[in-house]
Each structure stands twice: as C-alpha cells, then as structure tokens.
C-alpha cells in the first residue's frame, strides 16, 4: 500500500490545517488507519487512529477536543483536522495502515502499523 499525506504548513497559534491522506494498493476499507508525528529530537508517537468503519475514534490526551480524524472509504482517504494549534504541535505528521485486516480493536500503537506515508510539516508558530 501506498500513503500520501499532504496538508501540512505554517501556522499561527490558534490556527488551524486540514491533514489529508491518500491511499492506494489495497482495499482500504478493510484497515484502521492512524496518525502519527515526530517532533525534532523526539520519538515518533501517536496522534489519533479511526477503525475501518469510521465509527470509532481515538485519540491522545493531548489533542482530544482540538483534533479530528476522519475517513472516506469511496476517496480511499483519512483526514485529521487540526483546530485551536499549539507551538507543541509542531511535528513531522505522518498517517500509517494497521496491515491487519478487518481487527475489532483499533490500536494506538506505533509497533502496530505500517506502510507509513511519507510525512507533512507542520508548524506552529506562537
């Protein structure tokens, strides 16, 4: 499978960007997918992850009620929407398949995904 993020840049605090990620390769219907990102000198980590349906969510504590994650299985893509930004926020951001089909519990685990996409900068200025 194939990932292309896009959408990243330079914002103000306060501000807002619209992450989009396509995908291509494989029936994307049948995978969770998640965001990550890697700020400079850190570990990568998790952002947010939606399961295949869209029907569930996650998130980490430090993004619940700022950000989004979405999904359209018809365009192939997911989509974290990004509001009320942070200098903390700023980060390599890249969206990533849980190569494991059809799973009931979505992981917010980096060692669980795969096929990460090649990444977007974002950047948040204060």
């Known amino acids: 499978v194939q990932l292309q993020a896009s959408g990243g840049g330079l914002v103000q605090a306060g501000g807002s960007l619209r992450l989009s990620c396509a995908a291509s390769g494989r029936t994307f219907s049948r995978y969770a997918m998640g965001w990550f990102r890697q700020a400079p000198g850190k570990e990568r980590e998790f952002v947010a992850a939606?399961?295949?349906?869209?029907?569930?969510?996650y998130y980490t504590d430090a993004v619940k009620g700022r950000f989004t994650i979405s999904r359209d299985n018809a365009k192939n893509t997911v989509t974290l929407q990004m509001n009320s930004l942070k200098p903390e926020d700023t980060a390599v951001y890249y969206c990533?398949?849980?190569?494991?089909?059809?799973?009931?519990?979505?992981?917010?685990?980096?060692?669980?995904?795969?096929?990460w996409g090649q990444g977007t900068q974002v950047t948040v200025s204060s």
């Open positions: 990533a398949v849980d190569p494991r089909p059809y799973i009931v519990v979505v992981s917010t685990l980096l060692r669980d995904y795969d096929y």
């Open positions: 939606i399961s295949r349906s869209g029907g569930s969510t």
